[in-house]
């Protein structure tokens, strides 16, 4: 009987480990709802977020809020925690150095770069990369540029690029478009106006390096079928063709209009296997995405995407009963200004890419 279990443990171990030069690599994309620490920044709007502000956020709230966090990317990991985490809403280094310092995911090596933008909530975007999975080789940030309003401020895209374990490099972009205070088609131009900004960056990179991936992710305030993002990114949905190699879209009517960079946003798709990432008056939609270039749907590629591997993480511990609105929502840090003490009214992104050796 030993004899029998032993083996069968040893078929077990054989069949759950990746094929002999293959590895797995796990990006996730996050909106972690006001990571804001308890000290007054006086040249942004967080009075709110002070022991002494509205929201009473104190010490014991921000250092528990770093646990829930820690906990929400570990468990995203599953086997081994991602390589890659883009996060949207983090006020600054400090509030980033602790997430990384003082959890569990002090055990993970992580390092991080993020925005110092002029956003006037004083929200940047950050992106967190695990060392021996991702050589990391530099990042810049770039300020969207209104055309209404030249004066107003936002997020900066961060982009980042570095170097798998393939050699092969990728360029990351995080991304928080604004939001859509004040109406959704009154703010959609300035969504529009970020979405020309990262198809700016996007193309000059693909210029010059042609066969260069790209994976974007982040909060983009609109969903696949906005114009923002299938109009002026240009991003369409994984089209079947992808499985196998294929570069050619899904409708040839339309391919004289792309530009050379074609760019498949993994959550454009009619029925996604869970109703959204972002739950607003009852309505789930698709506000977070991640997008990639066509070269890691190349087959041949040594950095591919998995197919299907896209997908919203929504264990139960991210969501608490809907009283309002009936079903469930997110469980979030607040409901308004009543504490929850949950994780985030987002949920987060995942994705899986092959590495061949």
């Known amino acids: 009987m030993t004899r029998i279990l032993t083996m069968t443990f040893f078929i077990l171990t054989l069949f759950s480990l990746p094929s002999q030069g293959q590895t797995d690599f796990r990006v996730m994309s996050y909106n972690v709802e006001n990571l804001f620490d308890t000290k007054d920044d006086p040249f942004t709007t967080d009075n709110d977020f002070l022991p002494s502000g509205n929201r009473h956020w104190t010490p014991g709230r921000f250092y528990h809020k770093l646990q829930q966090l820690a906990k929400v990317i570990t468990a995203a990991g599953e086997w081994s925690t991602p390589a890659l985490v883009g996060l949207c809403e983090v006020e600054n280094d400090s509030v980033l150095v602790r997430l990384l310092n003082y959890t569990p995911l002090r055990r993970q ?80 131009p300035d969504r529009l106006d970020a979405a020309r900004t990262l198809r700016v960056l996007c193309d000059s990179l693909h210029h010059l390096h042609p066969a260069l991936h790209i994976l974007i992710m982040g909060d983009f305030n609109d969903t696949p079928d906005d114009m923002s993002i299938r109009e002026i990114l240009y991003a369409h949905p994984f089209p079947i063709s992808c499985l196998s190699g294929s570069d050619s879209m899904p409708m040839k009517s339309r391919m004289d209009a792309y530009p050379s960079l074609h760019l498949y946003n993994l959550f454009a798709k009619d029925k996604p296997f869970f109703p959204g990432s972002h739950k607003y008056q009852g309505e789930w939609s698709q506000l977070d995405q991640l997008i990639l270039s066509s070269s890691l749907t190349d087959t041949t590629s040594r950095m591919q995407v998995i197919p299907g591997s896209a997908r919203i993480f929504s264990p139960p511990f991210l969501l608490t009963k809907d009283k309002t609105w009936r079903g469930e929502r997110p469980f979030r840090t607040y409901y308004g200004f009543k504490y929850e003490g949950g994780y985030s009214d987002h949920l987060p992104l995942i994705v899986d890419f092959l590495l061949l050796k």
Request: hydrophobic share 25%; charged share 30%.
């Open 109 to 188: 090596h992580y390092r991080y770069c993020m925005t110092h933008g002029q956003d006037t909530r004083g929200i940047n975007v950050a992106l967190l990369y695990q060392r021996d999975k991702f050589r990391y080789r530099g990042h810049t940030e770039h300020p969207v540029r209104f055309t209404r309003k030249q004066h107003k401020h936002t997020r900066n895209i961060l982009h980042v690029w570095g170097d798998v374990i393939t050699g092969d490099r990728i360029d990351v972009f995080v991304c928080h478009f604004p939001s859509r205070y004040g109406g959704e088609k009154e703010s959609e």
